[in-house]
Every structure is written in C-alpha cells, then in structure tokens.
C-alpha cells in the first residue's frame, strides 16, 4: 500500500501562487507515475497534471498548461505542483495520486492510490 499526504492548500488572490505537496510513504516503489487531480464543487474530478518516475513526461491539462509545474524528489518521495497566475476557476479540492506502472495517466481510473486532498480556493 501507498499511503499519500497532501499540504500546502489555502486562500490565495486572482494571480498568486501556491505549491502543493504530496508525501508518498508506504510502499513508495509502487508510486511510479504521479498525477494531480481537482475537483470543484458539483463538477467531475478532472485532471491536473502528472509526472513520470523519472521526471521527464510531465503531462498538462489545457486549463493549466503555462502556469502550473509539477516536479518530484524522488529522494524524498515527494511530489510538487506550483501553481502561479492563479484564477478563481482554479478553485477546487487537489487531489495526489499514484500508480504502480511507469507511464502516466490523464484519468482517475488509471491510479490506484489517493491522498485526501486539499482545498485550493482562489479569491477575486
């Protein structure tokens, strides 16, 4: 088991920046290929962003391309996401997840652990 620790969410203005974390423990060689996810209130879960193990495929969704970067210490079994030119449509629950194989993924479906979350909320 993968055991997933989300931090680094809160209140942020239009423009700002936040970085989240996310701390694998556990069986962390099963956390291959990382993904973040959001989810709004009353909307689908929907993808953010992943990072192969060794850092180099490193997947967007359009709504964030340019301004969000995802990043990994794999010494630290840490993954990060450092959102900048933040917009009030960002505003969600954030979502780190793994898989045990190498190539990322763009759907929840394809990761088979989960952190709890954290809340992003991003003000006018």
């Known amino acids: 088991q993968v055991q997933l620790v989300e931090s680094g969410g809160g209140l942020v203005q239009a423009g700002g920046s936040l970085r989240l974390s996310c701390a694998a423990s556990?069986?962390?060689?099963?956390?291959?290929?990382m993904g973040w996810f959001r989810q709004a209130p009353g909307k689908e879960r929907e993808f953010v962003g992943a990072?192969?193990?060794?850092?180099?495929?490193?997947p967007y969704a359009d709504s964030v391309k340019g301004r969000f970067t995802i990043s990994r210490d794999n010494a630290k079994n840490t993954v990060y996401l450092q959102m900048n030119s933040l917009k009030p449509e960002d505003t969600a629950i954030y979502y780190c997840?793994?898989?045990?194989?190498?190539?990322?993924?763009?759907?929840?479906?394809?990761?088979?652990?989960w952190g709890q979350g954290t809340q992003v909320t991003v003000s006018s």
């Open positions: 556990g069986r962390t060689a099963d956390a291959n290929a």
């Open positions: 997840a793994a898989r045990s194989l190498s190539l990322v993924r763009s759907y929840a479906g394809g990761y088979d652990y």
């Open positions: 990072v192969s193990r060794d850092g180099i495929s490193t």
